[in-house]
T-cell receptor, first 115, second 112 residues
Framework: AQSVTQLDSHVSVSEGTPVLLRCNYS??????LFWYVQHPNKGLQLLLK??????LVKGINGFEAEFKKSETSFHLTKPSAHMSDAAEYFC?????????????FGQGTILTVHP | KAGVTQTPRYLIKTRGQQVTLSCSPI?????VSWYQQTPGQGLQFLFE???????NKGNFPGRFSGRQFSNSRSEMNVSTLELGDSALYLC???????????FGSGTRLTVV
């Protein structure tokens, strides 16, 4: 079985300050991990993915995430927030193997960016 | 290259009716998955198709069904609609179903 816990339902930052969105996962097997972003009334956009290669993963728009197996964490960071980063972010786990297409989503973290 | 296209974008139906939603994946992608997104339950997996075969299914009642055509386009059908079926339905495609998925913009279904 697999699960994802996003530790904060809301995060608020000022423009230009760092962003940290926290995610812990549970998986019986070595998982693939993803972060997706969803802007209002839009679909989901893939920010980055971890698939058992480098533990530090760089994504689009300056985001990166570090896979820490010992802590079962996959936190998303960005050095400097921009107003356009305001959106809902989802941490997602997909086990390797035969659970095709069955992504398990966290409950989401709403990021607010203040001017 | 064109992304994942879902039609229609918005739909209003009456309880008891049925509805069909369509998803055209990225060209060359053979895996199509469907998800339901609601404020209370978040994003939940419905089913996944690959080469016209359902490979995986979530915990939804039999009123929810789907299919995939030889060109990889997929449809999902919901029969005997209930108010609780009101949601954003998202489709995602992938080359083979094990890597990153590209999502469409969704179909917003409202049941009245």
């Amino acid at each position: 079985a697999q699960s994802v816990t996003q530790l904060d339902s809301h995060v608020s930052v000022s423009e230009g300050t760092p962003v940290l969105l926290r995610c812990n996962y549970s998986s019986s097997y070595s998982p693939s991990l993803f972060w997706y972003v969803q802007h209002p009334n839009k679909g989901l956009q893939l920010l980055l993915k971890y698939t058992s290669a480098a533990t530090l993963v760089k994504g689009i728009n300056g985001f990166e995430a570090e896979f820490k197996k010992s802590e079962t964490s996959f936190h998303l960071t960005k050095p400097s927030a921009h107003m356009s980063d305001a959106a809902e972010y989802f941490c997602v786990v997909s086990p390797l193997g035969t659970s095709y297409g069955k992504l398990t989503f966290g409950q989401g973290t709403i990021l607010t960016v203040h001017p | 290259k064109a992304g994942v296209t879902q039609t229609p974008r918005y739909l209003i139906k009456t309880r008891g009716q049925q509805v069909t939603l369509s998803c055209s994946p990225i060209s060359g992608h053979r895996s199509v998955s469907w998800y339901q997104q609601t404020p209370g339950q978040g994003l939940q997996f419905l089913f996944e198709y690959f080469s016209e075969t359902q490979r995986n299914k979530g915990n939804f009642p039999g009123r929810f069904s789907g299919r995939q055509f030889s060109n990889s386009r997929s449809e999902m059908n919901v029969s005997t609609l209930e108010l609780g079926d009101s949601a954003l339905y998202l489709c995602a495609s992938s080359l083979e179903g094990g890597g990153g998925y590209t999502f469409g913009s969704g179909t917003r279904l409202t049941v009245v």
